[in-house]
């Protein structure tokens, strides 16, 4: 494993489209990037100025710019992760960060489309064939046997609701899941789809921007669990 040249990652991923992005970027933070990963992904080292962005050998500049607009979030004084103050389990935690990573995606999609990608392009950094109605189905049975709180039952619907929702919004036909959703808890799809309507109307360039985020969130998520 080895981090790849300034020389490489330039003549690799950055191009016309992103190249203001990246020299805004690269200014600011020290970025690091390892092509020996299976999908691309951004991580975070040591603090938020050291980053490292996984890729695979298949260069790709706009899954490339779709790490840089998760940084330029960052940048921007958005943490969404320091919403949460503790999850007290590794499953409870892989739903909650998923949601939050659905939402960095409706925050800087248009970003990306007005950069000059096309909606195709926008290709997910998690697997989401696993989000199949039969799956969800099972899933949610086996937690109303099992969970021992409403908290984590409403925290997977929220899971469910903003992966779905994240795929329809870049143009995946997620109407059957949806449906059966709002027909197992209309309550909660309702403040689901309040939640993303003052998503998409945030405020990024807000001067308090960290601040009125986990007060939005707050309204519908819990920042312990």
């Excluded at 929702?165 to 870049?170: A, I, Q, V």
């Amino acid at each position: 494993m080895g981090y790849l040249s300034l020389e490489e990652i330039e003549t690799n991923f950055i191009e016309k489209r992103n190249k203001s992005l990246w020299d805004k970027l690269k200014n600011k933070f020290i970025i690091g990037v390892i092509d020996d990963h299976v999908f691309y992904e951004l991580r975070y080292l040591h603090n938020n100025l050291h980053v490292v962005i996984l890729t695979n050998k298949i260069y790709n500049p706009s899954l490339f710019t779709h790490e840089l607009l998760h940084l330029n979030l960052r940048y921007n004084g958005l943490d969404t992760f320091l919403f949460y103050e503790s999850i007290s389990q590794p499953f409870l935690a892989t739903m909650a960060y998923t949601i939050l990573n659905c939402i960095e995606h409706v925050l800087f999609f248009d970003d990306f489309i007005d950069m000059g990608y096309k909606k195709e392009e926008f290709v997910m950094d998690y697997a989401n064939s696993e989000y199949n109605l039969i799956n969800l189905k099972k899933a949610y049975s086996d937690l109303q046997s099992f969970s021992d709180g409403q908290h984590i039952i409403d925290l997977f619907l929220y899971y469910v609701y903003w992966t779905l929702k994240n795929e329809e919004y870049m143009g995946v036909d997620r109407n059957k899941d949806f449906l059966w959703l709002k027909s197992s808890n209309p309550l909660i799809f309702a403040k689901c789809e309040r939640m993303f309507d003052e998503i998409v109307d945030f405020d990024l360039e807000s001067t308090s921007v960290q601040k009125d985020f986990n007060q939005l969130l707050s309204k519908y998520l819990r920042r312990n669990y």
